[in-house]
C-alpha cells in the first residue's frame, strides 16, 4: 500500500490531552515486546495445526506427528517453541511425553483470531 493510499490529516495538528492519556496507557517498552513474540509464534501455519490437536485431547509427539503426517524431529522443534512461550504444557508417563495446551487462554486467542477473519 502506498503512502497516497491512505487518508491523512490535511494539516499537521496533534491533540495534547488525548496523546497524555494514550502515553499513560501505554505498556512499557518490554511489555511490548513480549507482546510481540508472542503473537510471531502464532504466525506459524504447524504450530496453530498443533494446538488445534491438542484442542481435542493431550497426545504424544508421536500421536502429533501422526495427526499432522510430520515427523516427530519436525513436532518436537515446534513444540519447544509453543512450550517456551508458555502456549502448551508437558507431563511424563513411562516412555511416553503427553502434551496439551497450557491454559485456556489459548483457546480464547485462537477463537478470538478465528473470528476476527470470519468477519
Known amino acids: ?29 518490554d511489555e511490548l515486546y513480549d507482546l510481540a513474540e508472542l ?8 504450530r496453530i495445526r498443533i494446538l488445534f490437536v491438542l484442542f481435542e485431547a493431550e497426545v504424544c509427539v508421536c500421536d502429533l506427528a501422526e495427526a499432522l503426517n510430520m515427523t516427530q524431529s519436525a513436532i518436537s522443534h515446534q513444540l519447544k517453541i509453543l512450550k517456551q512461550s508458555k502456549l502448551v504444557k508437558s507431563r511424563r508417563e513411562g516412555k511416553s511425553v503427553f502434551y ?9 486467542i485462537i477463537a478470538q483470531g478465528r473470528e476476527h477473519i470470519e468477519e
Request: aromatic share 4%.
Open 1 to 29: 500500500m502506498a503512502i497516497t493510499d491512505v487518508e491523512c490529516c490535511e494539516e499537521l495538528h496533534t491533540h495534547g490531552e488525548l496523546l497524555k492519556v494514550v502515553n499513560a496507557k501505554m505498556p512499557d517498552e
Open 39 to 46: 503473537f510471531k509464534v502464532f504466525g506459524d501455519s504447524t
Open 100 to 108: 496439551s495446551l497450557a491454559d485456556g487462554h489459548v483457546r480464547t
